[in-house]
């Protein structure tokens, strides 16, 4: 049965053996098991820490949680009242509809709206729609804002934290070389994080890695001896980096031992600035996932 519903969740089976799994929570994707182009079993391509909450009290440590309307600590006075990346993250969504359902892939709808727990903490009218896509060799993932507002324009920022499965130590992501990016993790005199150019044909996460790179291409390449993903990338204008390696993963509650070496977050967002929507206005962030 290509889609199998329940109260929490949906799961997606593509004919060729591919599957995905869905929590209505935070609309997160918890799994994706995708066979390799040379036909062996399906195999999982993300990462999900075993200490990982799954009941809705906090935020999936993995998968593809959904970033929005912040990222980071919130910086617009208008999310004032949020917390770290944001509300979507930790709001049950509502399945919509199937989107399709043939051979060419199987694909859901899922959509967010202002309920009593947002309006508490966020006064903006907004309507989030998130398309999950799983095709034999490939995952897409498509978020839409729409500003329903008649005379109120929507600012925001939006990401996919996406934490692919691989051999940390190992990875290589490309095409980042010249690049300018913030690095989270060194402080300038003044406090900001450091602002530097990427100089490296290679990026790789052997240290404990947080880099929001700006102007991002619109493929990046994350390989590792044996294996590989490509992240294509539209609507979003950042890729984020990230590896909290053991310096800040052991202090992680809900990262499992060693998980820090399981995983690269490469994270497609729109998160230098803020996106601003006119009323009636929209605006689609796509990641499309596939094995190289
Ligand atoms: O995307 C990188 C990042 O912003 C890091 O700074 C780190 O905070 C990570 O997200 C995880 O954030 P979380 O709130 O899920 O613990």
Known sequence: MPIEKSHDRVILHHPKGASTEILFFGATIISWKAVDRKG??????LFVS???VLDGSKAVRGGIPVVFPCFGAPEHPEH???SQHGFARNEIWSFDKVVMDNEAGV???????????????YSKSFQLA???TL?????S???HVLNPSNDESLEFQALLHTYIRAPANDVSIAPLLGKSYIDKTEKTLDGKPALKQETRSGVDVRTFTDSVYEDAPQKVEVTWPEGGLETRLAGFINVVVWNPQAEAGSKMGDMEEGGWERFVCVEPGYVRGF???EPGESWTGQQVLSLL
């Open 80 to 82: 004032a009242k949020l």
């Open 135 to 139: 095709a034999e060799h490939q995952l």
């Open 130 to 132: 998130y398309v999950v």
């Open 275 to 277: 996106k601003k929507l």
């Open 107 to 121: 694909s859901v709808k899922l959509t967010l709206n202002p309920g009593p727990s947002i309006t508490a903490l």
């Open 50 to 52: 075993s200490k990982a």
């Open 141 to 143: 993932t498509d978020l």
């Open 40 to 45: 062996s079993t399906a195999s999982e391509r």
